[in-house]
């Protein structure tokens, strides 16, 4: 009766599955012929966030050329669409309208920004075209869940209450202190600090925002200050990080702050003078550096700078990550390659490990986030190193 019982609850499961991807999305195929998979991509190369997605798009399409040279994947070469938005939300709807209705994309990949991914996901969605491993660690990018959505890496809320609980736990922080952007993405981080701070009976002893766009954090510094904070939860990106960082520094004032994966970026860690000397972020994986790269790493990185001539930056990174998984999920889909298909080979991606030294990621029919393990970096010299013991899932 038990083994029975087992065998009814395991069907009832898988069937719960099924049902959920059959209600929640029309099957259909675009983009996919005898010859050819075409991904499209909208991101901003000529904007405010253009070093993100820049390297982003070199990463893919340096992997992209390397899998035609071999023959493509099950006798399909893959090719790959961009469309520049500037960064800008309404150029983004246009693109991915560009994308799904006239180049008619298989599914779209690393397409940049919360905002911008959030204006086109509903229609995107509509016309069946997958959702794979945006630019944002936004919770929206994989919740509600539905089968067409895949994020990569722990979401800003996640990584955040890990880099808090490491914190106070490693580091013995007391004094708690938040700075965030008055955007959905600050508020975001602040929501995640909150809910490491409650779990651990903690409340926040002061809490200030700004504006993406402000340049004097004089007040908000003030304010900290005189809560005595001994560690700030950032809710900033790049600028909005550096400028208040240095700030505090010049008022004599060495406060530890701690960010997301949106301001583990070189341009923080390799700032000349060493102002952001001592920064913490969550993160995902080693930044590229041929000096202590694992050989694969290394190997990348070579190739990378000859075709070129720049060093990869960390989104370049993300953007190999980003396309091997494609890669992964197309030849899983095997040779009748369908949308459905398609999900299907992401799903049974397991334990794959980026070269990188990331955490291990894989997918499953009811989970479409790769990985959940954030890790802790600390800049030391111009350079983002890995703290000790500082891998860990928020709980």
């Known amino acids: 009766m038990r083994t029975t019982s087992l065998i009814l609850g395991l069907v009832t499961v898988l069937n719960a599955s099924t049902a959920l991807h059959a209600q929640e999305v029309i099957w259909k195929t675009q983009g996919v012929t005898k010859d050819e998979v075409v991904l499209g991509m909208h991101a901003d190369l000529s904007g405010v966030a253009a070093s993100f997605s820049v390297g982003v798009v070199n990463a893919i399409r340096m992997r992209i ?166 560690l700030i939860a950032m809710g900033t990106i790049v600028r909005d990080t550096v400028i208040p960082y240095s700030a505090a520094r010049k008022m004599g004032w060495d406060v530890d702050m701690i960010g997301t994966s949106a301001s583990y970026d070189l341009a923080i860690s390799g700032i000349q003078g060493g102002t952001t000397e001592g920064y913490y972020t969550a993160g995902f994986f080693d930044a590229p550096n041929p000096e202590t790269a694992r050989p694969a790493a290394a190997a990348w990185i070579a190739r990378y700078k000859s075709r070129y001539n720049i060093d990869p930056t960390i989104q370049a990174a993300l953007g190999q990550v980003i396309i091997d998984l494609t890669v992964k999920a197309i030849e899983n889909a095997g040779p009748d390659l369908t949308t459905q298909k398609l999900v299907e080979g992401m799903e049974k991606i397991r334990n794959y490990q980026d070269i990188f030294s990331g955490p291990p990621q894989g997918f499953s029919a009811t989970e479409h986030v790769s990985s959940r393990e954030s890790v802790i970096y600390r800049v030391e010299k111009g350079r983002w190193v890995r703290l000790p013991d500082s891998v860990a899932v928020a709980k």
Request: aromatic share 8%.
């Open 65 to 230: 050329d390397e899998v035609n040279e071999t023959g493509g994947i099950n006798g399909r070469k893959l090719r790959l669409v961009v469309e520049d938005t500037g960064y800008q939300v309404p150029k983004a709807v246009q693109a991915a309208n560009k994308l799904i209705n006239r180049d008619s994309v298989f599914a779209m990949i690393g397409n940049l920004g919360t905002p911008q991914n959030n204006a086109v996901l509903p229609e995107q969605l509509k016309a069946g075209v997958p959702n794979i491993f945006p630019i944002s660690w936004a919770d929206s990018m994989s919740k509600p869940f539905h089968p067409l959505k895949f994020a990569i890496y722990a979401p800003y809320s996640d990584q955040i209450r890990v880099a808090v609980k490491y914190m106070v736990e490693k580091k013995g922080k007391k004094t708690v202190c938040a700075m965030h952007q008055d955007t959905d993405f600050g508020t975001e981080v602040f929501n995640g600090a909150k809910a490491q701070l409650d779990a651990m009976g903690m409340k926040f002893a002061e809490v200030t925002t700004h504006k993406p766009t402000d340049q004097d954090f004089t007040a908000q510094l003030t304010k900290l200050r005189a809560a005595n904070c001994d």
